[in-house]
């Protein structure tokens, strides 16, 4: 388009509902996006907790000089988890610009006037 502003909502609504976020990318942006409200909070805080607690539990096994086995095991633990949430987040947030780079193509426009128009619209 040649002009970003003669884009109308029924136009930008259109491109959008092409392109619905997935149930992956809702699930991540749910549970653990700055705008999670407190009842959807149940997920990142019991995350917190257990990585939390196996790190504490690694952290006085080393201290209390525990077999290096179970400081180990704690350890394993703790990078699995770790890496697992990583992953997750990681992939939900490049198939979210993925998706919405595919609306900015359908409607010609840069990061910037999707982000103008997303902000007047919604």
Excluded at 50 to 79: D, E, N, R, V, W
């Amino acid at each position: 388009m040649d002009d970003f502003q003669d884009i109308t909502k029924h136009q930008f609504d259109d491109a959008y509902n092409k392109h619905l976020p997935s149930k992956w990318i809702k699930f991540a942006f749910k549970y653990f996006s700055k705008e999670t409200e407190d009842k959807n909070m149940s997920i990142q805080n019991n995350l917190e907790f257990y990585l939390i607690g196996i790190f504490i539990l690694g952290l006085f096994g080393t201290i209390l000089k525990l077999p290096h086995i179970i400081i180990g095991i704690f350890t394993m633990i703790f990078s699995i988890i770790l890496i697992g949430l990583i992953l997750f987040l990681t992939s939900a947030v490049l198939l979210n610009n993925f998706r919405i780079k595919k609306i900015r193509k359908s409607l010609g426009i840069t990061r910037a006037e999707y982000k103008y128009l997303a902000d007047k619209f919604n």
